[in-house]
């Protein structure tokens, strides 16, 4: 028997949530806004700004003139990109021993691995510092996608054993009996259903590195510098900034932003690190 | 012909006319890394650095970061070496202390069209370090006050001849402080920082007879005149301030004066170039300026500031960054900018020439005083008391800006009324102690 | 097969950590260069009796706590709300999801500019049309206000995951107790609570995982201040280290800063680690 539920209260839960889905939603809706602003209108009253000021895009334009937006975008995208599949490659095997071939230490690695997330990274940040000016990675993508996928990959591992270990053995071994290979195992058995939990793995990592802040900004200077350190020099301009901020704030997130809406089902199904049974 | 064979070939025809097409465009065609400050002299320098390019085929990458930023960024790539960057944006404060630590390169080779001599005598002494220049000035400034003359005549105060007291400045705040109409007596600095707050609140307390360190480096920040001056700025920010002062730095109170919500303002000269602006501020036709107030000495009570670029030691390609800097800090330099920018955005208080320029001196109404004011500012003898650094608003060691920085977050805790004076200073030189313990002036 | 995240990892641990605790027994200054003479165990004296070790102690448990309340509360009603029936849910979700996908600084420089600067953010306007006194957050509230800020950026995930959860509620199983009589708090308290707790232990690994070393949000918005009233370690850890240059202080901290994060994950995985093996 189903719930029967009346036309009104749906009606009623649907503006509730609405409204609190708009306004966590607001302040991005309100840098948009202001980004197609003069900066003269931007500091304006909230009503006046939305009611009684044109639109414009010179922010946009302003921005683009003082900053190369696609050099950092493009060296956002492969440092997380970059950094997010190299995890993977390593982190499979990891994952995969520990869910199917667990030891009796899997569970203590495991933890030690997430525990090395807490470390705060500007204690180590002069020796990295210093091991990256010898090995010549100062200021590169590669060593950002190396620092990066560094920094990820406890998460990726955890991640990818949660969704490994809710693949029942029995089907590996119905596929073993079978007389599949180990190879054979893994690419027609194993991926397939892992696929949805690797995809949710990929796209959370994606968002991570591309939205670090620590790491890339200290390491870079001109050439691998992604939009982090785009958005660090505009901070505190002189003048009237707020158009500008907004402008080079959209720009900064809207790649990533549009990536989790289209992707947001695949995403949060696999959000649950083995939360949900 | 096999593949491997035809791979090669290909290689070598691709360095090839790689090298003759490297060759044909520059001699020297190199591209430099310049790691500077978000400010609108730094951002017409980016614009106008295209020129530098085209001439010598040379190309610039710019870091623009928030000056905090900066300056960490720099100082951990020069201390380690790392080569990150060619030219650095520095200021008075790291010039000499870094060019003693041998960290820059010379920069006193220029050929004669440079003109050193033009360069005003305190600024070249500024940056320099045992009598070698390191850092080549940009603008250099000192600070004044800036008042609204519309906002004085409406109340009758008469703009003062001679340097005026804190407490006749307090006096004047508290006239025109009128916050239903979005007008502030007064806007001053109080983000926390020594390149911040402790900007205005240093001379501040210099004019209140107060030091940093007596003759054997002991910190003297528990002093009664510390505790007048800060007293004195805890109260007038909070009586005649605009609100969230202590969010506000050199930036957001400019942003403020330029928007006419102060009446007055104690800051950098070099911020006239903006107010008289009248593409950038609503208050270009009626601001005025005079001194810096003073109050039991005039010691002290305007700031000296250079920004100014300089070369790691560091870096790979030192010609090419000479070749910059002797094109941005020249006179003709000073010229483009006031031809192609507008005469009042020329780059302030560096060179004689600058001002002897009719240009300028018709189109920046406050020249005069910046220089004046600049020419005043002593960073040798800036306190009424005997003290054992130079320096105005700073103590030339490297250990200062850890302490300025601490000093600067507890001045703005009692801004935010957090704190008492009196835990503020204490704390203050508590932590002044323990640094300089450290640090081994104190044995 | 485990090995080469093992020894990867071992090595990005070791290496780095080696070197940190190399430092911190060094008397090493970038800006005063020279000599680096051992100093024992000088730098964590320094270190420890820093005036704002303990308040920095106390912001660091404070902003995770806080934020933590914050998100597993808010969470837990909004997802409540999420799984009514109603219409247009996706496009609820999408907005909802929208902060976790922002940078930490755009989302510091956004709040600190356009909402919270009590001249022209929005907070200050509306204080003003209202005719009142706008808050200045960052010198009135400034460590409730960077726990908001925070939130901001977390409630998503949490809510998404206990949704996720409350989703996979067997319905039937509330229906029934609905029948028996059971009011909706008693059906919350002994069915969906217990029915969420692992979804919750997982939200509060995670996030206490990222918010012990929350630093751009500081950086960003009050610089660790006034005073010391939004430093955390982390950015206590950033004051020595990148501010004041003393790297073997910056050390010492960092050192002290792992052993604490270690102690936080040993209590954690005990409390958590049962939960998950469930």
């Known amino acids: 028997m189903a719930r029967s539920v009346t036309t009104a209260r749906k009606t009623a839960n649907t503006i509730v949530a609405g409204a609190l889905g708009l306004l966590m939603f607001f302040p991005v809706l309100w840098i948009i806004i202001l980004s197609f602003k003069t900066e003269g209108d931007a500091i304006k009253a909230p009503l006046e700004i939305l009611f009684n000021t044109g639109w414009t895009t010179e922010s946009y334009g302003t921005v683009q003139a003082r900053s190369n937006y696609f050099k950092h975008f493009s060296n956002s995208l492969i440092i997380s990109l970059g950094s997010t599949f190299l ?29 090395t997330k807490m470390l705060p990274p500007v204690g180590v940040l002069v020796p990295i510092y210093l091991i990256f000016r010898d090995l010549g990675l100062l200021d590169t993508r590669t060593g950002l996608v190396f620092v990066l996928m560094m920094i990820n990959l406890p998460i990726i591992v955890w991640m990818l054993y949660t969704y490994f270990r809710e693949i029942p053995g029995e089907i590996l071994e119905a596929a073993r009996m079978d007389g599949a290979s180990l190879r054979e195992e893994v690419i027609y058995v194993l991926l ?67 990536m989790g809406w289209f992707s947001q089902k695949q995403l949060v199904r696999g959000l649950t690190f083995g939360a949900v049974k | ?87 650095v944006t520095i200021g008075a404060y790291e010039a000499p202390i870094w060019g003693a630590q041998d960290w820059l390169v010379a920069l006193d080779d220029f050929d004669d069209s440079y003109d050193y001599e033009d360069i005003f005598e305190p600024v070249r002494n500024g940056l320099s370090a045992n009598g070698t220049l390191y850092a080549v000035p940009f603008y250099a400034e000192s600070s004044f006050t800036f008042y609204r003359t519309d906002l004085f005549e409406g109340a009758g105060i008469e703009v003062p001849s001679e340097q005026m007291t804190y407490d006749d400045f307090a006096a004047i705040a508290a006239q025109l402080h009128d916050p239903d109409n979005g007008v502030y007596g007064t806007c001053q600095r109080g983000k926390a920082g020594w390149g911040e707050n402790m900007a205005f609140v240093g001379p501040l307390v210099n004019a209140f007879g107060g030091r940093w360190f007596d003759m054997d480096w002991n910190p003297t920040i528990d002093s009664a005149e510390w505790s007048a001056a800060i007293s004195y700025y805890v109260d007038l920010m909070n009586n005649y301030g605009p609100p969230g002062a202590t969010a506000n730095g050199h930036n957001e109170n400019r942003a403020l004066f330029a928007d006419g919500k102060c009446a007055t303002w104690v800051d950098a000269t070099s911020a006239a170039g903006y107010i008289f602006n009248p593409d950038e501020s609503s208050v270009h036709d009626k601001t005025g300026f005079f001194q810096a107030p003073k109050q039991v000495t005039d010691k002290g009570t305007g700031w000296f500031w250079a920004w100014a670029l300089a070369i790691p030691k560091s870096s790979q390609k030192v010609d090419a960054a000479k070749e910059f800097l ?41 020249a005069a005083t910046v220089l004046n004011s600049i020419l005043a500012a002593n960073p040798a003898d800036a306190t009424r008391d005997p003290v054992p650094y130079t320096g105005v608003q700073f103590v030339a060691i490297p250990e200062f800006q850890g302490i300025g920085n601490y000093v600067g977050q507890q001045v703005s805790a009692a801004l935010a009324g957090q704190q008492t004076v009196e835990q503020t200073l204490a704390n203050s030189q508590r932590f002044a102690v323990r640094e300089m313990t450290k640090a081994g002036y104190i044995k | 097969m485990i090995s080469p995240a093992v020894v990867l990892l071992l090595g990005w641990m070791l290496v780095p950590l080696s070197l940190t605790i190399y430092f911190s027994f060094l008397r090493y200054n970038l800006i005063t260069p020279g000599a680096n003479p051992f100093v024992g165990w000088e730098n964590y004296y320094w270190f420890l009796t820093d005036p704002s070790f303990k308040a920095a102690m106390a912001n660091t448990f404070m902003l995770v706590g806080g934020v933590l309340l914050i998100t597993v509360a808010g969470g837990i009603l909004f997802a409540l709300l999420l799984d009514q029936p109603m219409w247009g849910q996706g496009i609820v979700r999408i907005m909802a999801i929208a902060p976790f996908f922002v940078m930490p600084t755009v989302s510091g420089l956004v709040w600190k500019n356009m909402f919270m600067n009590p001249v022209n953010g929005i907070f200050g306007h509306i204080a003003y049309g209202l005719g009142v006194q706008p808050i200045d957050f960052f010198s009135q509230i400034p460590l409730l206000s960077i726990i908001l800020i925070v939130s901001w950026q977390w409630l998503p995930f949490a809510t998404l995951i206990l949704l996720t959860a409350l989703q996979s509620l067997d319905q039937e199983q509330l229906e029934a107790a609905e029948m028996d009589g059971a009011g909706s708090m008693s059906r919350f308290i002994y069915i969906m609570l ?27 918005t009050t610089n660790g201040g006034p005073g ?51």
């Open chain 1, 87 to 115: 995890g993977i490659l390593i982190a499979v095997p990891a994952a995969w021993a520990m869910a199917f071939v667990p030891a009796k230490r899997t569970k203590d690695v495991l933890m030690w691995m997430l525990s």
């Open chain 1, 192 to 258: 397939p259903m892992a696929i949805p939990g690797m995809a949710s793995t990929v796209l959370l990592n994606i968002i991570l590195a591309w939205n670090e802040a620590f790491w890339t900004l200290n390491l870079t200077a001109a050439k691998a510098a992604p939009l982090t350190a785009f958005i660090a020099s505009y901070s505190s301009p002189e003048g009237l900034f707020y158009a500008k901020l907004s402008a080079a704030s959209v720009m900064a997130i809207a790649p990533i932003l549009i």
């Open chain 2, 1 to 87: 012909m096999n593949v491997k064979s035809l791979v090669k070939l290909g290689k070598g025809i691709a360095g090839a006319s790689g090298l003759v097409s490297v060759i044909a465009t520059a001699a020297f065609a190199e591209e430099i890394t310049i790691a500077t400050v978000n400010n609108s002299d730094m951002i017409i320098m980016q614009e106008l650095s295209s020129q530098w390019e085209e001439q010598t085929g040379n190309s610039v990458e710019w870091v623009v970061l928030e000056e905090n930023v900066l300056r960490q960024r720099a100082t951990t790539d020069i201390a380690t070496d790392g080569g990150s960057f060619d030219i």
């Open chain 2, 326 to 366: 002797a094109w941005s800090t020249s006179k003709g330099y000073v010229e483009l900018v006031g031809e192609s920018k507008g005469w009042v955005a020329a780059p302030p208080g560096t060179r004689q020439s600058t001002y002897d320029n009719a240009s300028y001196i018709d189109a920046a109404p406050f």
């Open chain 3, 194 to 220: 217990p029915h969420l707790a692992r979804a919750i232990t997982v939200v509060i690994l995670i996030q206490t995982i990222f918010l012990l070393s929350i630093f751009a949000e500081i950086l960003v």
């Open chain 3, 228 to 278: 010391v009233s939004t430093t955390n370690l982390t950015y206590l850890i950033y004051v020595s280290s990148l501010l004041q240059f003393d790297v073997g202080i910056g050390s010492a901290g960092g050192v002290i800063a792992i052993i604490l994060a270690n102690i936080v994950a040993f209590f954690l995985m005990r409390m958590i680690g049962k939960n998950l093996d469930a």
